[in-house]
């Protein structure tokens, strides 16, 4: 019971880490990839839209949301780096900032040009430059997603294989246990019924009126075996 116990806690405890580690490591990293994901998608929604309105207000509404996507984007990204990176991982997230980088520094030259009303020559530069680096970036994120996802399936099989090991453990133990009790019930009796045995076959001379000595003698020194030694020695004398 101790065995099964202990290994029962063990393995409960390597769990919990487990899973606080696959949530802390591997879940909330998708989450926030997710989120830049759409933060990508959003600004160059506002980007286009920039394009589109010469109103200065409307302007400035947009690009103050630019702006915060752009905060909340790196606030994700910091939080990313504040964690345990395998080194596929770093090399997917340098990746994904080498190629931030160029869409900014692209993103940046189309909104001046829109902000300008040059409007036909800021798309023209969003379709031949923004378009294909933000499609980088978003697959970038994508793989980095998809590596964190794949890390948080190979963790919840390390934890379905240590749940089985733990299973068999205990199973064992139980089976273990069952046998050793057996057993000892089995010799525990055998060093009861023994000299009970001799008692009554004794007994049974007696009644028979066979009272011829006979050599007979237990190793148990306790009062059952004393007893069985007294029967034997009182035939003798008979």
Known sequence: LCITGYTGRYYLQEANVNMNTMYTERLIPV?????NRSYINRVNAATLELMLTTDNKKNQELIQMIDSRVTMFNN?????????????????LNATKASLVKYREARGRVIALALENKNAEAYSLYVTNVDAVANEVTDNLRKLSDHYAKLSEKMNVENQA???????????????SLLILLGSGFYITRIITKPLNLMVSICNEFASGDFREKTRRLLRKDEIGQLADALSD?????
């Open 234 to 238: 009182m035939q003798g004398s008979l």
């Open 76 to 92: 994700n990204i910091a939080e990313i780096e504040k964690h345990y990176i395998d080194p596929q991982g770093k090399e997917l």
């Open 31 to 35: 989450k926030l990839l997710n989120e």
């Open 162 to 176: 240590a749940f089985d090991k733990a299973t068999k453990i205990n199973i064992s133990t139980i089976v273990l």
